[in-house]
Structures are given as C-alpha cells and as structure tokens.
DNA sequence: CTCAATGCAAATCATTTGCACACCC
DNA sequence: GGGTGTGCAAATGATTTGCATTGAG
C-alpha cells in the first residue's frame, strides 16, 4: 500500500536512476513501478502482467521483464529466487533490509531483521578484503513436519 | 578428491538411504556418486554428463538429474543456485557446514565459515517456534569494480 | 517375473530475443 | 527525425516427462 505522496517519491527515484543512466523515460515504466508498489507482498512477473492487463493497460510480459531489470539496478526492486521456477519480487524503497525464512510446505514467507548479518558481512568483507554489494539469507522451515513424533523429539 | 576408503562410507551412505526408502541399488546412481564426489569444486549437471560421457559411462542426462535428487534427499550433495540458469552441486559429506561468497564478474565462489550464523538460526526457531531444516548465506561481490575511484573512497 | 529405473527424445515453462512499429528526446 | 523502447510471437535453455526397454529384487 503506497499513498498518492509515495508514488511521487519513487517515481522520481526511478527518474534520478533514468536520467543517470540515459534511459527514456516512457510511460510503460512508471506504470509497472506504480503497480509493483500496489502489489501486496511478494508476487512474479506473471501475477503483475495479468493484474496490469485487468486493469486495461498495454503491456507486455517482455516490457515487464525489461523493466523489472531497471527497478532492480535502480534499488527500487529486489529479486528473489527462493525456489526453482520463476523469481519473486518485492519494493524495497520504504522497507529496511530483511531476510527470509520460506515456509516450503505453505508457500508462505516471513522477513525477519537480525543486526548479526551484517556483523558477518562486515567480517567478510575484511577477511577477503572486498565490498559484499548484497546478500541473500534464506532460511527453509516447514509448517507441518512430515513425521510429527520426531518432531516432538 | 576421496580416497577408495571415502569412496566406500559415501556408498554405504548411499545404500542406507535407498534401503530406508524402498529405492533399488543401481550401478547407475553408485557410478554417479562416485564421480560427484570426484568432480572438483561446484559443478552443473551438463558437465558431469560430459565428463560422464568421455569415460565412456553410459548414463543419460535425465537419470543424472533424478539421482541428483536422491543424493540431495540423503544429504551427500548439496544444491545451489546462486545465480539465475543452471544449479550447482558440491558433494557434502566431508565438508562441514558452510556459506559461500560468490565473485559475481569472475564466477568464482569461495565459502567461509561463521558460527554466527548458527546462533541466528537458533534465534529464528524460538521466534517463530519451527525447525529450519536448511539455510542459504550468499554474499555477493565483485573482484573488479565497476568505478574504480568510487572503490578506493 | 514384475515393476522401478533407465536412455532417449520430445515437452515444458520462465525468461530472452528478433523484428516491425511507436514515441521519447 | 532518429534511435531507444515496445508489443508480439518465436526462440532459448535448464529441467522434466512419456514411453519403450532394461535389470534389480
């Protein structure tokens, strides 16, 4: 859920991000960026080109593709793949860095903050001497244990 | 690289699972755990086939990739997939649990060891009262950045 | 003997690409 | 106007699946 004053804000994040890099600036892209903002939770290419084909716009999934590369490189975006198949996306403008744990018998993901990531960064990046530019930390629980005895164990 | 005595505590892992699970003892999936556990680093399918095919097994891609899958189910390999494309395998049995950064312009990965990340999974479990049955830590960075300049500030 | 497992080739499916047209600069 | 970006449809490529055949139990 973003407000009216939200939308402006990352519209002119993905300007700045544009401009810089000398892309047009077309209508196609700040339409996907609204709708990506509008969507609730983590979702994939396809779920938006039907939610944005509903809706009347004209659009293609390759345009959608194209663009969710621009959100990502302009960290309007991440991209997950918290499985084989397709990637799921989320808006991370107005959300602080989180990691995942993945629910693989519910489908269901939860984001969790633990300041110690990035304490292991930190100690990665002097111990190899190099700048991390991100990071990916899943953690994969089922809901409902296969064997319910050994899980009381 | 395993010794003929390492060869023999993978197969007997080997044999112990498919007993558990009612899976027959194939010469095909005992000759694909030994070059598993033979390959150097992190490999694709398609290269272990190829290698497969020159010392002139005969094995096909598909059965490659359904032992794979028993070789993951009982824990001697583990599968990656740090970048978008093909997943990668390393052989786990002898290595102890660890997190990998990835080089994301020369494709190398390194793996490192950090017990923090043990005491955030702990941490994740009381929270959400769930056992994690498994994690992926991937940092990734770049041996040659982009901006130079920027690098050095 | 029987049915799970194999090899082969064709099918799948998310994503990418080629191309003619549209519209940003 | 010129060339980047778009929509559409066809191509790609890793993985999966169907099916006739093989071989483990």
Redesign the pocket.
Known sequence: MTTTKDDDIIASVLTAY?NEHG???????YHILKEVYAMEGHF???SLYILMKNKNY??????I???M?LLVASQLVQKHQFR????LYEPSYFNRQHDHLIFTDTNEIKEFCDPRIQHIKDTIEKTFDITIEKHTLYCYARRHPENPKEALS
């Open positions: 544009l892309h047009r600036k077309t209508t196609e892209r994939n290419v396809d004209r659009v293609s999934r390759a345009t593709y194209n663009t590369e084989k198949g397709m990637a």
